[in-house]
């Protein structure tokens, strides 16, 4: 597991269903943690002592189970014996996005893709020349050796994916992703994290908008995954509108996040752009969300799953980009959303105009049918007991 904000709610949803069962290790140490704060939880990076001691007695029977597929999680059970049956917690980004060469085409816009290409997708060259050979290394690593590693990455997956048992995921449409793009047998788990979209919200009608700006939330992270530099275009025409924009950009790449905030500030003036740059607990991020009044998700892959089920449930109009997996499931479930590729083609008061208190309600009525905690529960019972 890494560390993440998910990481200890499912420690507990373990614990519930399987009690004293399971072994959960973190793959950071524990002095560098921010956000998994389970006494069950055993800190012990890849490789040290520690994981090595902690992994020692895996055998037949027993299950591993990964949360976010790291090069160094998949090395580590692509070595267990083929009786260790392995299981996959979908992310989205650890496999969507990965090799970089294969896949970015379809998950960025063209701006954001230069951006990627650009900044984020080779390794760095370290200019230190009083450490020549580290110099050489990486500076072959960038330009020499890239494709080579980058097919590398493509065999280990291709292998890891022909050894996987179980895809747990909500979103079967990312397991038929799988299925198009590898050979594996692994079969779809019904699971989703406890991310609690629903605490505290209602949908009670908000003041009228001549008494305030019209909240709109763009994105969920500072990630290029985001595409914020080609909704921030679309989003332009409005900027003389009484509006207030949101965007998070406090979870990821903090130089592209400093470049989305200077082009948002740049187009619509700093009275009217709101950034998140710091880490906010899950209560006071869904106060914000309360306020909000029309919600951007343009990521072309699964994410964001839980800021568009959090704003659902508050019966806030939704945006997401017609790629994206998540829009594909919601729309096929009845789920009332919009399109963010059809932005730019509605006016004003046809992007902001809210949904009817029928839709909100039934958007609500659906969701609950698709995230059910008892169901989940039980998968997770038959999984790791």
């Known amino acids: 597991m890494i560390d993440d904000k998910f990481i200890n709610d499912f420690i507990i949803d373990g614990e519930k269903t399987a009690p004293g069962n399971n072994i959960y290790i973190i793959d950071w140490p524990q002095e560098k943690v921010k956000h998994v704060k389970s006494d069950k939880a055993i800190f012990a990076p890849y490789g040290t002592e520690l994981f090595l001691e902690t992994v020692k007695n895996i055998s037949e029977g027993d299950k591993v189970f990964i949360h976010w597929a790291s090069d160094a999680a998949i090395n580590f059970v692509l070595k267990l014996p083929e009786n260790i049956k392995i299981g996959l917690f979908f992310w989205g980004g650890d496999i969507v996005e990965i090799p970089y060469s294969m896949f970015k085409k379809t998950i960025y816009g063209a701006q954001s893709l230069n951006y ?38 493509w065999e280990i997956r291709k292998a890891f994916f022909g050894r ?42 908000k ?5 305030r700006p019209i909240s709109l939330l763009l994105g969920n992270s500072d990630t290029v995954t985001n595409n914020h530099l080609e909704m921030l275009d679309d989003l332009e025409r409005f900027k003389g509108e009484n509006i207030k924009l949101i965007i998070p950009l406090n979870y990821g790449n903090k130089k592209y996040g400093d470049l989305i905030e200077q082009k948002a500030v740049r187009m619509f003036g700093e009275d009217k752009v709101v950034c998140l740059r710091h880490f906010m607990n899950r209560e006071a991020y869904y106060r914000i969300l309360d306020e909000v009044d029309v919600a951007i998700m343009n990521h072309y892959r699964t994410q964001a799953a839980g800021n568009t089920l959090a704003l659902l449930y508050r019966g806030k109009k939704v945006f997401i980009n017609e790629k994206s997996s998540t829009y594909k499931f919601l ?10 590729a059809k932005i730019s083609q509605l006016s004003f008061n046809e992007f902001i105009h809210p949904l009817s208190d029928d839709i909100r309600k039934k958007n609500v009525e659906n969701i609950n049918e698709l995230f ?14």
């Open 331 to 340: 729309k096929i479930n009845d789920v009332f959303i919009g399109n963010s």
């Open 207 to 211: 003041p009228s908008q001549e008494d």
């Open 164 to 205: 996987l048992n179980y895809f747990l995921s909500w979103n079967i449409i990312d397991h038929q992703w799988i299925l198009e793009h590898y050979t594996t047998q692994a079969s779809y788990t019904y699971f989703f994290y406890n991310f609690n979209p629903s605490e505290g919200s209602n949908i009670t009608s």
């Open 372 to 385: 059910k905690v008892s169901v989940k529960e039980d998968v997770l019972s038959n999984l790791l007991k």
């Open 116 to 153: 990627f290409e650009k900044h984020e997708e080779r390794p760095k060259v370290k200019w230190n020349l009083l450490k020549i050979k580290r110099f050489y290394k990486t500076l072959a690593n960038r330009y020499w050796k890239y494709k080579a590693n980058d097919q590398k990455v």
